[in-house]
């Protein structure tokens, strides 16, 4: 059963959140997805940890959309400030600066379309590398 493909971005979205253990799994039979957080509240398969038929979903990090697609941003969109994006991104806070920095050169707009973009073919990519089946039209 085909699962759309917002629904996997949003649990991608919600691994990578940052707000505590998130998990999700999508279920290989049946393309329910669960989400797990600290908060817990709805119930989860009794086998979810033990059967091979749910699949994990990996973070934006593990996709490669961290740092690396930021830094490719800033060398496609405004290429003479890639040394301060390897600057910023050599400290904490990095995320958040960064920001700043596209917002003071009037790209964070460009910013949230590029990241969308990298993240629908990362999903796309995942579900094809791990043969789950997806529809961008529903």
Known sequence: MPVK??????????????????????????????YIDDAMEEPIPDDLYTSNRYLMFPSKQELDLG????????????????ELGYDIFSR???YAKFKTLLESTGKLESWYAYEEAALKR???QWCQDNDVEFDTDI
Do not use: H, Q
């Open 67 to 82: 740092k690396r697609l930021a830094l490719s941003f800033i060398a496609e969109e405004t290429p003479e400030k890639l």
């Open 5 to 34: 493909l917002k629904d996997i971005e949003w649990a991608i979205e919600f691994v990578s959140s940052g707000l505590g253990d998130n998990e999700a799994y999508i279920s290989l039979d049946t393309g329910e997805i669960y």
């Open 92 to 94: 904490r806070g990095a």
């Open 122 to 124: 990362a999903a796309m």
